[in-house]
């Protein structure tokens, strides 16, 4: 079911990802159009907030916000190496937002499986130094993620997504303790995988630290 946004939306597609650092594990990214009023209070720098303070701005963010959400894999992030992927799942997370909310994007003499058609209106901000490709101007800024409510916005959705995405992992893989670490190169996951050997979800690409 296509949700319908209530009010006119702002001209700022936030974008941000979250698990460029894991040893195994999805990187995920979202794009984030907030309304007017927002309360921009909620918001901050994923890492600046407790979990349970992102899962609440999470839970606003989605029933109030313009969003898409999108990953990738970490057989992709082997093949085309972490900062394509981030970029890949940000473009992914723009089609997720488009396919999501079709009236936002798009006029209705476009052809419906497009996302260009009032592309015109937005300007998309990206936390980091690079863009990933699409159809709207686009702008590479440091640190963004504690700047700009849309980017921490869009930080927010994707931490809370990949953690979940770990959390269920965690039911598949239990010996690798994916709840608790969600697949950062801490000191029990690097034992784990030392015990274990790598995961089917591990990032082969990733060198993983001497104990």
Request: hydrophobic content about 35%.
């Given at each position: 079911m296509k949700k319908e946004y209530a009010g006119k939306p702002g001209t700022i597609v936030g974008f941000d990802e979250a698990g460029r650092g894991p040893l195994a594990g999805p990187v995920y990214a979202a794009a984030v159009i907030l309304p007017p009023n927002f309360p921009l209070e909620l918001l901050n720098d994923s890492k600046k907030l407790s979990e349970k303070r992102r899962e609440e701005a999470a839970a606003i963010i989605m029933k109030d916000a313009v969003w898409g959400i999108a990953s990738a894999e970490a057989v992709e992030i082997d093949r085309i190496n972490i900062l394509q992927a981030s970029l890949l799942a940000m473009t992914r997370a723009w089609e997720a937002l488009c396919a999501a909310f079709p009236g936002i994007l798009r006029k209705p003499e476009k052809n419906k499986n497009d996302c260009i058609g009032a592309a015109e209106n937005f300007t998309a901000i990206v936390d980091?130094?690079?863009?990933?490709?699409?159809?709207?101007?686009?702008?590479?800024?440091?640190?963004?993620?504690?700047?700009?409510?849309?980017?921490?916005?869009?930080?927010?959705?994707?931490?809370?997504?990949?953690?979940?995405?770990?959390?269920?992992?965690?039911?598949?893989?239990?010996?690798?303790?994916?709840?608790?670490?969600?697949?950062?190169?801490?000191?029990?996951?690097?034992?784990?995988?030392?015990?274990?050997?790598?995961?089917?979800?591990?990032?082969?690409s990733f060198a993983v630290k001497e104990l």
């Open positions: 980091g130094l690079y863009c990933p490709k699409l159809p709207i101007p686009c702008h590479a800024l440091v640190k963004a993620d504690a700047k700009v409510p849309e980017v921490m916005a869009a930080s927010i959705l994707a931490k809370t997504a990949r953690d979940r995405m770990m959390i269920r992992y965690s039911w598949f893989y239990p010996e690798y303790g994916y709840e608790k670490h969600k697949g950062y190169p801490t000191k029990a996951h690097r034992e784990a995988i030392a015990r274990y050997g790598p995961s089917p979800i591990q990032r082969e």
